[in-house]
């Protein structure tokens, strides 16, 4: 799993969104490819990847977030 995203932050990075944005993607998808080991998340990037493209997701010209279509 060395190669896996670590925590809420690393996710937020990887995807350019905040913390706050990715707590919320926890909650409102179920399918948000997270594991939970205890209070810490892990998700392979490809996974996450696949997610975004399910999803449909755009990057915000301006800030670069990635946003639901």
Known sequence: MSDWLVGKKAVANALGVSVSTVKRYLRQYPDFPAN???GTIFVSPEALAAWV?????????TCGMFLPK
């Open 36 to 38: 939970r080991r205890g």
């Open 53 to 61: 493209d399910h999803r449909e997701m755009r990057r915000c010209q």
